[in-house]
């Protein structure tokens, strides 16, 4: 029997996943990398790095699934990143990520604008640092030799497809999440890139999610995938929209709740939507679908944060989910308001900071953990509002390494005040690949993602979060602007 291979491109490694026919994970492996911080604001990696992690993830899954082969492989991978390539296909910058924060001036001065509402409305794409159309106005204005001189301007997973299939092409689904595609006509909007001064041409060829290319062993032989000649590649999607996929959450009557390294909410929509304070994103999907929602810098990250630097503690994440657990849902109004990273949704604030607001003596290190557990939780409500506004949600999937916590997840549910349900595979983006996947090559099979817990809210315990909610907003509104960069005041000069 075949397996399907979903390969999902995230920040911090590639995971190569195979999974049956029924959709259930037979084996996975994942391949890890760093994040590079060369200068304040930045955050980058090398791509080849990654193009390394894929080869060597999907290797493995094939060497220990021998003598079995992948009857398809799909693609899932983060949004937002910008390379630009000289006419070789080298890199000549790194990739620069969603972290990224060097054009946080310049998207604010574009935002509050006319031009930049309309690019908003036309693009679906919240205008800040994270996009890249405002990464290239920042590599236009800071390093226009770069700007000038690169042959094209690509994300991750088409650098990989160009790796192994030498051809630029991007899926609309990633094309959406740049700032420059125009989520009505599904063409690249030429007003932004003349206001960009960016040819076309240097961008890449727009494909469907479902479009098809297939492995060419001779062709590609230097990068060793064991792979037979004529296996099916799909280009597959954002790893947004294939986390609603792979949780089964794919109308907008549903929710889909993500945290892995950063953190989305996200509902599937038949129709595009964006508001008039540009608070949360509108991407293609997949066909006449849209995805709506809001993504904050600061998820898992955040606890990984606490872990390694605050606490300096070699106990385990399990351990400290055990221990939160231990202290209060009021937590003795201690407050931590999570944006270490500035922060995308729902504020759209990359001088955004991160507080800890009410410690007492009385605190100890459960404490401190629950908060940051709870703020994590209280910001994604605070997207979530905004997306309930659209209509009536009546579920919440989660997904994401804090989907393995019991604790998280009834207290996602009691904060939401809404059941929340937990499929039986983690990996969700790498799920909904395949399921894309299988639809592009007409397979007869049906992969419907299986629930596995459910969590219901419990109507007091949301009633005391919502009191503390309200703080948590309060004080991000009360700080916001003690958070903004200014030039110190220059000490007098003696007489």
């Known amino acids: 029997m075949n397996y399907f291979l979903g390969v999902d491109i995230g920040t911090t490694s590639v995971k190569a996943i195979a999974f049956n026919e029924r959709g259930d994970l037979i084996f996975r492996h994942a391949t890890g990398y760093d994040m590079q911080h060369p200068a304040k604001n930045y955050s ?7 193009f390394e992690a894929v080869v060597l ?25 910008v390379i630009a390539v000289n006419e070789k296909g080298n890199p000549i910058t790194n990739c620069i990520i969603w972290a990224d924060n060097r054009a946080a001036a310049i998207a604010k001065q574009i935002r509050e604008t006319a031009e930049g509402e309309q690019f908003y409305h036309a693009t679906g794409v919240p205008i800040h640092a994270m996009s890249p159309f405002c990464k290239l106005l920042w ?10 001189s690169a042959y094209k301007f690509i994300g991750i997973k088409e650098y990989i497809f160009f790796k192994l299939f030498g051809r630029y092409i991007v899926d609309t689904a990633i094309a959406s999440a740049t700032g420059l595609l125009n989520i009505h006509s599904l063409d690249w909007d030429t007003p932004i890139l003349d206001a960009l001064e960016l040819a076309e041409t240097k961008l890449s060829q727009l494909v469907p999610v479902e479009y098809l290319l297939y492995y060419n062993d001779e062709s590609n032989s230097q990068y060793f995938l064991n792979l037979p000649a004529g296996t099916p590649f799909v280009v597959g999607s954002s790893d947004g929209a294939l986390a609603n996929l792979g949780t089964g959450s794919v109308s907008d009557d549903s929710m889909s709740v993500t945290i892995g390294t950063s953190a989305a909410v996200r509902i599937l929509s038949d129709r595009a939507i964006t508001d008039k304070d540009m608070s949360i994103f509108c991407y293609h999907a ?53 944006y270490i990273l500035g922060e995308r949704a729902p504020v759209w604030n990359s001088e955004a900071k991160g507080v800890f607001c009410g410690l007492t003596i009385n605190h100890t290190k459960a404490h401190l953990v629950r ?3 709870e703020g994590i939780t209280y910001n ?14 009546k579920q919440i999937y989660a997904a994401g390494g804090f989907a393995e916590s019991p604790l998280w997840l009834q207290l996602l549910a009691d904060i939401f005040n809404c059941r929340v349900l937990v499929t039986g595979s983690l990996e969700s983006s790498a799920l909904g690949a395949v399921i894309v996947g299988v639809k592009a090559l007409n397979i007869p099979v049906h992969i419907q993602p299986s629930i596995v817990a459910e969590y219901e809210p419990d109507l007091f315990n949301h009633k005391n979060y919502l009191r503390q909610f309200y703080k948590f907003e309060r004080l ?20």
């Open 286 to 338: 997949n066909g006449d679908q849209y995805i709506i929602g809001g993504a904050s810098n600061n998820g898992a990250v955040v606890m990984q944060w606490l872990k390694e630097s605050l606490l300096q503690t070699t106990e385990s994440y399990e351990q400290l989910f055990d221990l939160a657990a231990t202290v209060s849902i009021a937590n003795d109004d201690l407050f931590f308001v999570p």
């Open 371 to 373: 908060a940051v557990i």
């Open 476 to 495: 991000y509104k009360l700080l916001k602007n003690e958070f903004v960069n200014t030039n110190p005041v220059p000490a007098p000069i003696p007489a």
């Open 139 to 148: 590599l236009r204005e800071h390093e226009p030799e770069i700007f000038h």
């Open 44 to 50: 980058e990696q090398n791509a080849e790095e990654i």
């Open 57 to 81: 993830s999907m290797n493995r899954v094939m060497d220990e699934l021998h003598p079995m082969k992948p009857g398809l492989v799909s693609f899932s991978a983060m949004m937002h990143s």
């Open 380 to 393: 994604l409500f605070s997207i979530g509002k905004l997306i309930m506004k659209t209509g009536t949600v």
